[in-house]
């Protein structure tokens, strides 16, 4: 049952405007609530709790951006851009101007998210229930790690293993801003420092989350973030024990079929965890918007988004569905955002069983089964001929088929060291700039190089 509510609560807004007709008479909208108010009891903070998953899914974050930057700004002549829209433009050429909207909304979405996080976290002791105190506070970490994650992923230069990674990161923020003029002006951490503390939060997360959470995360939700985040880090030994760890206890499974995964009003039996859209708030699925064809819910660029020729190349077997799933309208539409009013896959046990066959074989082991027998479990699924043997450009080429369009390709570009065309895997051109708006009120955030 989808359960987000769209909650605004005076305290998560940076700014606050009171309407006064005099001195003596300050009306304040009805769904607004005092700080003190909401911070005063477990029923209005799980409020906050609930807008923090609200604000995730939204267009800004998960519910379309982050995917659409990494979609286009790693794109190499699969996809192209057919919309008005000048930001996703700005992507597609790998160039982006400090004043791009989109990448404002990213980067203050998620400071708003990491906020409401840290709210949950300095007042969690107005929980009178332990197990629930336990819950909220776990999410939230979960939440924050999550954020921080995919902030350092895109406005940072890619993580090398082995090394002491000092290049510039994000903010790390864990004092919630509970009132607009008392707001700090943060320097930017090192990206080691990012991830540590994401390896941190998740872990938590892990230890504390249920098993079973409704709609919202639980603990294989976070062990399937953390086999994520241990794979952008080459951390292979982990990636695979944390994919492992879904793949055999978490009791998902993946679908019937390909198109099972996509395109569901609930959340599907292979969803670790997903973003929940209603035909209320069907405007926060931006991959719907730019991905699909105008009668499906997408732009008049029918799609905004088109899927080049070239795309079609890396399919090596035509009975496999992930071939063909893809539909005409002007242009070439991907069918995995079909649905206007469909929930938004975040982490799917597909995911899962790809990154125990990337570790596995980097690191000659079997841990749970053998990379090629993940990758066929794949194949047989999308009726696809299968494997006798794999080696890691065919495990990385199934990983591209299985998880394209869905916001890994500038991440996992980074993190293989691909570069993108003539560009340079680690050049200034795929990192994010930090927003103008952010560097004009914060004089203490050095902008990336190249802006």
């Known amino acids: 049952m989808k359960k987000f509510i769209n909650i605004k609560i005076g305290i998560l807004l940076l700014t606050i405007s009171l309407i006064s007709c005099n001195d003596n008479l300050n009306i304040e909208p009805e769904q607004y609530l005092s700080t003190e108010v909401v911070i005063s009891n477990s029923e209005n903070l799980s409020k906050v709790l609930n807008n923090a998953y609200n604000d995730a899914r939204s267009s800004s974050s998960y519910g379309g951006s982050i995917a659409i930057a990494s979609e286009l700004i790693a794109d190499d002549g699969d ?11 700005e992507f597609i050429e790998k160039a982006m101007l400090s004043d791009n909207g989109f990448v404002e909304s990213i980067w203050m979405n998620g400071y708003d998210i990491i906020n409401q996080a840290n709210i949950i976290l300095g007042n969690s002791s107005v929980y009178a229930d332990e197990d629930e105190k336990q819950t909220a506070e776990a999410e939230a970490k979960f939440l924050r790690a999550m954020v921080y994650f995919d902030l350092a992923r895109l406005f940072s230069k890619p993580y090398t293993n082995g090394i002491q990674n000092t290049q510039l990161g994000v903010p790390l923020v864990f004092t919630a801003v509970l ?75 993946l679908t019937n ?65 992930r071939a063909n799933f893809f539909y005409e309208a002007k242009y070439w539409c991907t069918t995995k955002w079909q649905y206007q009013f469909g929930n938004i896959p975040f982490i799917r046990l ?29 194949r047989n699924r999308s009726t696809a001929s299968t494997f006798n043997s794999v080696d890691l450009d065919i495990i990385l080429m199934e990983r591209k088929r299985e998880l394209s ?18 560009i340079s895997y680690d050049a200034n051109q795929l990192v994010l700039p930090i927003p103008l708006r952010e560097t004009d009120a914060n004089t203490n955030l050095e902008q990336n190089p190249g802006y």
């Open 79 to 89: 996809l192209w851009w057919n919309g008005t829209y000048v930001d996703p433009g």
């Open 179 to 253: 009132d607009p003029k008392n707001i700090d002006y943060p320097t930017r951490n090192t990206l080691e420092e990012v991830y540590t503390q994401v390896i941190a939060d998740l872990t938590d997360a892990y230890d504390l989350l249920p098993s079973s959470n409704g709609v919202y995360a639980t603990k294989y939700s976070a062990a399937a973030l953390l086999a994520r985040v241990y794979l952008q880090m080459g951390d292979y030994t982990n990636a695979r024990d944390m994919a492992n760890e879904v793949i055999t206890n978490s009791g998902a499974s």
């Open 257 to 321: 079929s390909f198109s099972g995964a996509f395109n569901n009003d609930e959340n599907s039996e292979e969803d670790l965890l997903a973003w929940q859209v209603t035909s209320q708030d069907a405007s926060s699925n931006y991959l719907n918007l730019f991905f699909a064809g105008s009668d499906f819910g997408g732009r008049s660029g029918n799609p905004d988004i088109d899927v080049e020729d070239q795309h079609y190349e890396i399919y090596d077997d035509s009975n496999d569905q």
């Open 350 to 378: 597909a995911e899962m069983y790809l990154i125990r066959a990337e570790s596995n074989f980097r690191l000659t082991t079997t841990v749970g089964d053998t990379p090629v027998n993940d990758i066929n479990i794949l």
């Open 405 to 422: 369009f869905e916001g890994f390709a500038l991440f996992d570009a980074k993190r293989l060291g691909n570069n993108i065309g003539t």
